[in-house]
């Protein structure tokens, strides 16, 4: 199965950046790196994916290291809405989408 | 982006009785679709993953005689929870794939069905 390794929670005030890093060592050169959130008691929300640039859209950017053993998803202005389950995933082989422990992000006002 | 639905949304059941959780994928044909539990404070752990027309793939650990999956068309899977126990109180969500082969993976999640057992 496929392992990531993420901090299993952080703090940011509401307006700031939220840098989410994640670990993702084992990822193979053909992988893509997504980001999942997930609001209480509901199902998880697609964020962003990326495969070795850097990518950005509507809701977030993804920051992937030139050895694509890490990347950090930036919130650019977090808002208390943000608070949620942050999840880093890959796909090992198959096509199983395994879900991490992922971050639980606070937003504080 | 497309849009997965469930049904119920929640069902509270009695124990030893069997309940359906639907799952639709509402714009776009789900060749493969998985279900998932979660249990309060824990991530999202896989059951099964099942294709259209095929017997599901269960997880190790998953037992297929009580979580009866069928992905009988491209747009509709279903899981029953038989004879049902206090211990299989969760939060069951499914997600759809439309495109399995190359990624990326397009994936989309419907809303969860919280299953209460008393």
């Known amino acids: 199965d496929a392992k990531t390794t993420q901090p299993p929670s952080m703090d940011c005030a509401e307006g700031r950046a939220a840098n989410l890093p994640c670990n993702h060592s084992t990822i193979s050169g053909n992988e893509y790196v997504y980001w999942y959130r997930q609001i209480h008691s509901q199902g998880p929300q697609y964020i962003i994916h990326g495969l070795k640039n850097n990518e950005t859209n509507e809701m977030a950017s993804l920051i992937i290291t030139e050895d694509r053993k890490s990347s950090t998803l930036i919130l650019p202005h977090a808002t208390l809405r943000d608070t949620a389950v942050y999840y880093c995933?890959?796909?090992?082989?198959?096509?199983?989408?395994?879900f991490g422990a992922g971050t639980r992000l606070f937003v504080k006002a | 982006g497309a849009v997965v639905s469930q049904h119920p949304s929640w069902v509270i059941c009695k124990s030893g009785t069997s309940v359906k959780i639907e799952c639709r994928s509402l714009?776009?044909?789900?060749?493969?679709m998985f279900w998932y539990r979660q249990f309060p404070k824990q991530s999202l752990m896989l059951m099964a993953t099942s294709n259209e027309g095929s017997k599901a793939t269960y997880e190790q650990g998953v037992e297929k005689d009580k979580f009866l999956i069928n992905h009988a068309s491209l747009t509709l899977s279903t899981l029953t929870v038989t004879s049902a126990h206090p211990e299989d109180s969760s939060f069951y969500i499914c997600?759809?794939?439309?495109?399995?082969?190359?990624?990326?993976?397009?994936?989309?999640f419907g809303p969860g069905t919280r299953l209460t057992v008393t």
């Open positions: 997600s759809a794939r439309d495109r399995p082969i190359h990624q990326p993976y397009e994936q989309y």
């Open positions: 995933i890959f796909h090992t082989g198959g096509f199983k989408t395994i």
């Open positions: 714009d776009f044909q789900a060749t493969t």
